[in-house]
C-alpha cells in the first residue's frame, strides 16, 4: 500500500509502544519514519526499548512486574481515586512490554505492593505503626503562615533565609533538602503556581494549607529539623498546576521539588544499611539541627 510520509507518521504517532515496537520490523521505510514522529513521550519509550537489555544484564533489577499486573493497578487506582495518571508513568505502566521497567528507573512501590500483595512501606509493627500501602494515594499538605503566604504572592523582593516569625526556614533553609538557590526556586515556583482559590486556612487564619493529590511513589530516608530522621516520600503530583511533577513529603511537611516527570526521577533504591544507621542518623550535627528557628511551630487543621 502506497501512502505519503506524512500519512504514515500520523499513525505510527497513534500506535501503542508494543505495536510501535512491531512496526519499526516491518520495511527500511518504516525503520526511518517511527524516529520522526511527533509523540515525545511514546518516543523516548521507544528510543529505551530499543536499548533494553536481557534480564541477566540487568542485575539491578530486583522485580518484574507483568503487564497485565500494571493495567490491573492503573484500572483499580483510577476508578477507586477517581484520577488520571499522569504520563509518562501510565504509558508506562499500560504499554512497556517488558516485566522490567525502562532502563534508568524501578517500578514504583505502589505497583509492587498491589502486583504482589508485599508490605513495601517499611512500617515497624514493633514500634506500633501501621502498614500504608493501601493508601498510596493521598492529599499531601503544603503548610505555611498565612504571613508568609502574603509575602509570596505579593511576588516582591524575598530573602529566603532572614530569620523571620514567618516560619520561612520550614520550606527555605531547612537542610538537607530545603536550602539551596536552585530548590528555593522551584518550592517559591511551585507555591506561586497554585492560586489562591486552592488553599484554605484554619479557623484562626493563621495557617494556610494546600492539599496536594499525589501517588507515592518511592521511599527515602529523611532529615529535617522539624521531624528529625524519618522516612519520606517521592510523589507524583495527580491534579493541579504542577501535573505530573515529583515532589518529595516527610513527616507530613512539604520537602521540595525532586523532578519534571517520572521519566527524569532517578531514584536509586533505599540502600539496607540506612535502616542499619538509623540510631546514628538520629544523632544529628549541631549545625543542622541545634540552632533554634523562630517560627518553628506546629501546623494544625482546620
Known sequence: MHLPNELWLKIFQDLPLPELLASHCVNQLWRTLIPRID?????TLFSLAMKDVTMDERPDVTQHISLTARLAFVADTEATHNVCI????????????????PPGSRWPDAVIAHA???????????????????????????????????????REPFDYRVKDSDGRWELFDNPP????????????????????????????????KLPVRCLNLFMYRSRTRACGV?????????????????HAWAGGWYQGFEAKSYLELHYEGWAEEDEENEENDEGMDEDIFGEEWPGAVTAVDA
Not at 121 to 139: A, P
Not at 235 to 246: F, H, N, S, T
Request: with cysteine.
Open 86 to 101: 499522569p504520563d509518562p508513568l501510565r504509558m508506562i505502566l499500560t504499554e512497556w512490554p517488558s516485566q522490567r521497567p
Open 39 to 43: 509523540e515525545s513521550t511514546r518516543l
Open 177 to 208: 533538602r530545603l536550602h539551596t538557590d536552585a530548590q528555593n526556586e522551584q518550592t517559591l515556583r511551585f507555591i506561586q503556581m497554585h492560586p489562591h482559590h486552592m488553599w484554605s486556612s484554619n479557623v484562626g487564619g493563621y495557617w494556610a
Open 230 to 246: 524519618g522516612k519520606g516520600s517521592f510523589c507524583l503530583v495527580l491534579e493541579g498546576p504542577a501535573r505530573g511533577e515529583i
Open 116 to 154: 504482589t500483595g508485599k508490605c513495601v512501606c517499611r512500617c515497624s509493627i514493633v514500634n506500633g505503626e501501621l502498614c500504608q500501602c493501601g493508601t498510596w494515594v493521598r492529599d499531601n499538605p503544603v503548610d505555611m503562615m498565612t504571613s508568609l503566604q502574603e509575602k509570596l504572592w505579593s
